[in-house]
């Protein structure tokens, strides 16, 4: 996982938070704490349990107040990131990519585009 942070003279800078670790899916439980178990069961995961089983997971919605529940640091910097998370296999092939942008705002400031 690769954390990019928003410059103030505008594009991306890279290695704000860097995660690398082997055993994807126990490090993501691990990451998710206790949000883990809620996650699974909004994606209809028949189990909690690494390896999750092969398939398509879909779901209707996610609580986002149990990210409140992860193993991640709960103080942030206000600004604009993005967050680029690969899984690859033993063969060192990436399997799964996700890529998410996000704005940390204060209450009475507007979105940054």
Same mark, same amino acid.
């Given at each position: 996982?690769?954390?990019?942070?928003?410059?103030?003279?505008?594009?991306?800078?890279?290695?704000?938070?860097?995660?690398?670790?082997?055993?994807?899916?126990?490090?993501?439980?691990?990451? #998710? $704490?206790?949000?883990?178990?809620?996650?699974?069961?909004?994606?209809?995961?028949?189990? +909690?349990? &690494?390896? @999750?089983? *092969?398939?398509?997971?879909?779901?209707?919605?996610?609580?986002?107040?149990?990210?409140?529940?992860?193993?991640?640091?709960?103080?942030?910097? #206000? $600004?604009?990131?993005?967050?680029?998370?690969?899984?690859?296999?033993?063969?060192?092939? +990436?399997? &799964?990519? @996700?890529? *998410?942008?996000?704005?940390?705002?204060?209450?009475?400031?507007?979105?940054?585009?």
């Amino acid at each position: 996982m690769n954390v990019s942070t928003w410059g103030s003279t505008g594009g991306w800078i890279p290695n704000h938070y860097i995660l690398i670790r082997k055993k994807a899916c126990s490090s993501l439980r691990n990451l #998710y $704490g206790n949000a883990w178990f809620t996650l699974l069961n909004a994606f209809n995961v028949p189990t +909690d349990r &690494c390896p @999750i089983p *092969v398939g398509t997971y879909i779901t209707s919605g996610y609580e986002l107040t149990k990210f409140e529940d992860m193993n991640l640091p709960k103080v942030s910097f #206000y $600004g604009k990131y993005k967050v680029v998370g690969r899984i690859k296999n033993v063969e060192n092939k +990436d399997v &799964c990519c @996700i890529v *998410v942008e996000t704005n940390f705002i204060r209450p009475w400031e507007t979105l940054i585009q």
